[in-house]
């Protein structure tokens, strides 16, 4: 990917559960930066109780799954979270509600926009971050996806 001054910028990767990748940034001014991301699920639930939304066989559960970019020293730049509350009943599941996060804790980082939908399980945020080095910026993307499986399993 190019941007100009010959910015080489790097690729974001997804990890499930504290795993974390790196890929190295540099550009033509002789700037090297690595980052890597870093992606957790809440350990918290909520239990809710929905009367007329919720059958009373289906157990209800919410989480949290952040993804953290962070500089090489394990400085967090910029996050973005998804959270989703799921019906699950042993035999089916459903996401019945969600709602994003998003926040730049660098000053070279922006939050351009962040946006949420659920589809039957699945609950997808997306974040688009620009990150600016001199005169030069450049947007990233990152799509957070929260599935609950029949049984509740959270992934």
Known sequence: MKKSASFLCFLITSAVLSNSHATACTSDLDHKETYYTETTISET??????PNIVPKTSKTITKTKTVNTKASDGTTLWSASITATFT???TTSKCI???HNAK???KTWTIKSISSKKNDNTATATAI???S???ISKD???TITITCSKNGAIS
């Open 45 to 50: 639930d909520t239990i809710l109780t929905m």
């Open 88 to 90: 699950y009943n042993g």
């Open 97 to 99: 509600s969600c709602s």
């Open 104 to 106: 730049s804790y660098a």
């Open 129 to 131: 971050a620009t990150h």
């Open 133 to 135: 080095y001199g005169n």
């Open 140 to 142: 990233f993307t990152q």
